[in-house]
C-alpha cells in the first residue's frame, strides 16, 4: 500500500484543510485489500490530525482487486480508486504523486506490515519544513522487527550493497514506509527510471546525490507470511538498478570518498577477481583429485587468498608500502572465512556421489557471492578511508 500525505500549514499561515491522500499501489491483492484499506481508513480518522484522502492505484490486476477498490471507493468517505493497465509499483506511486496536489506525498505497503503508529512521526519532519523526505528503517537498533532469517540476509545484504558501494547514509532503502515533499518528489520524479520496486531506492539516491535531507524513523514491523513479492526477481531488479545509477553517477561529479574512487576500484577490483577466480578453480580441479572436495576447495582458497589480498592492497586500493601489511592480511583473512564458508556450503549441499563437474558449479556460484562480499569487506572494512593503517 501507498500512502501518499498533504502536509500543513507553514508556522505562523493562516490554519487550511491538510488533506493526506492515501495511494495504495496494489496488484492482485484482493487478500488483503479491503481489510487494509478499511484498518487504514479507520486509522486516520480516529488518530491523524489532519485531512485525508485514500487513492487506490490498481495496477494491472487480474483477479477481483479492481471491484474490491471500486466498492471500497463507493463505501468510505475519501477514498477512490484509480486504474492503471500497466504492473509497477513505482508507475503507481508516480500516476499519483506527479497529480497530486498534496504538500507531502508518501506510501505503506498494503499488507500494513509497518505499525500504523510511526506515520506520524513519519510526516511531521516534512509538515515543519525539517526535511525533504523521510523513510521508516527496521534496520535501527530502536526498532520492533519480527521476520523470517531469509527475508533477514537478503534486507541487509541490499542496504550494506547501497552503502559500500554507493556510498549512500541512509540505512534502510526498501522498507515500505516513506513520505516525501511533493514539491521534492515531483522536481525528482522526470530522473527516475524505475518503474516497479526499485523506484524509492532510485529516488532515495537522487534525492541523496542533491543534498537532500533524509529524516528516518524506526519502526515496528511484521513479515506477512504469504507476502507475493518474488524475493529473487526483486533483487535481480535492485542490483540492475544500482548498476545503471551507478553507471550514470559516474559522469557526475563525485559526492564524497566513498564514491570518489570507485569508479577505478571496480574495473581494478575485477580483473584480480576474474584472475584469482581461474587460479582457485585451477588449483580446486588439480587438488581433487587427491583431496576430498571441502578440502581440496579450502586450500585453493586460501593460497589464492592471500595473493587476491596483496593485488588488491597494491593495484585496488593503491596502498603501497608495508605499514598496515599485517592488518590487510588480516582482514583479508576475514573475508576469506567468508568465502570458505560459502563455497563450503555449496558442496555440502550438493547430493553424495555428484560429478566433479557439479562440484564446479557450486563452486563457481557460491564464489561470485564470496567475491561480492570481499569486495563490500575490504572496501568498507579492510581499506576504508580514515582507516588506521599502522
Avoid at 482487486?65 to 508507475?91: C, F, N, Q, S
Avoid at 558501494?165 to 522498507?175: E, H, K, N, W
Wanted: proline share 5%.
Amino acid at each position: 500500500m501507498s500512502v501518499t500525505m498533504v502536509s500543513g500549514p507553514e508556522a505562523g499561515a493562516s490554519r487550511r484543510t491538510r488533506l493526506v491522500e492515501v495511494v495504495v499501489p496494489v496488484h492482485n491483492e484482493e487478500r488483503v485489500l479491503a481489510a487494509s484499506v478499511r484498518r487504514l481508513h479507520g486509522y486516520l480518522a480516529r488518530e491523524f490530525p489532519y485531512g485525508f484522502r485514500v487513492t487506490i492505484a490498481d495496477n494491472a490486476s487480474t483477479d477481483a482487486t479492481w471491484r474490491i477498490a471500486e466498492r471500497l471507493a463507493g463505501e468510505l468517505p475519501g477514498v477512490r480508486a484509480v486504474h492503471l493497465d500497466l504492473k509497477g509499483r513505482g508507475r503507481a506511486l508516480r500516476r499519483v504523486w506527479e497529480a497530486s496536489d498534496a504538500d507531502v506525498v508518501a506510501y505503506m505497503d498494503v499488507d500494513l506490515s509497518t505499525g500504523l503508529d510511526a506515520f506520524l512521526p513519519l510526516v511531521a519532519p516534512l509538515l515543519s519544513g525539517h526535511s525533504d523526505l523521510a523513510i521508516g528503517t527496521r534496520l535501527s537498533p530502536w526498532a520492533n522487527v519480527v521476520r523470517g532469517p531469509k527475508r533477514e540476509i537478503v534486507s541487509r545484504s541490499y542496504n550494506l550493497l547501497l552503502r559500500s558501494l554507493m556510498g549512500v547514509r541512509f540505512s534502510d532503502a526498501q522498507c515500505g514506509f516513506k513520505a516525501v515533499r511533493t514539491e521534492v518528489a515531483q522536481a525528482l520524479l522526470p530522473a527516475v527510471r524505475d518503474e516497479e520496486w526499485f523506484f524509492d531506492t532510485e529516488l532515495l539516491l537522487l534525492a541523496e546525490q542533491h543534498g537532500l535531507r533524509i529524516h528516518e524513523v524506526p519502526v515496528d514491523w511484521v513479515d506477512d507470511p504469504d507476502s507475493r513479492v518474488d524475493i529473487v526477481r526483486t533483487a535481480v531488479g535492485d542490483l540492475r538498478g544500482m548498476w545503471r545509477v551507478a553507471r550514470t553517477s559516474m559522469s557526475r561529479p563525485p559526492l564524497g570518498p566513498a564514491t570518489t574512487s570507485i569508479r577505478r576500484q571496480i574495473p581494478a577490483f575485477a580483473v584480480i577477481g576474474v584472475i584469482s577466480t581461474i587460479a582457485h578453480l585451477a588449483l580446486f580441479w588439480t587438488l581433487r583429485a587427491v583431496l576430498p572436495p571441502v578440502a581440496a576447495n579450502a586450500v585453493a582458497l586460501l593460497v589464492t587468498a592471500v595473493a587476491n589480498t596483496a593485488a588488491n592492497r597494491r593495484f585496488t586500493f593503491g596502498v603501497r608500502g608495508r605499514a598496515g601489511v599485517l592488518r590487510h592480511h588480516l582482514g583479508g583473512l576475514v573475508a576469506f572465512v567468508v568465502g570458505l564458508a560459502l563455497t563450503s556450503a555449496g558442496l555440502a549441499a550438493l547430493p553424495a556421489g555428484a560429478p566433479r563437474a557439479a562440484e564446479l558449479a557450486a563452486v563457481i556460484v557460491a564464489n561470485a557471492l564470496a567475491t561480492l562480499l570481499r569486495f563490500l569487506l575490504l572496501r568498507s572494512w579492510v581499506f576504508a578511508p580514515g582507516k588506521d593503517s599502522r
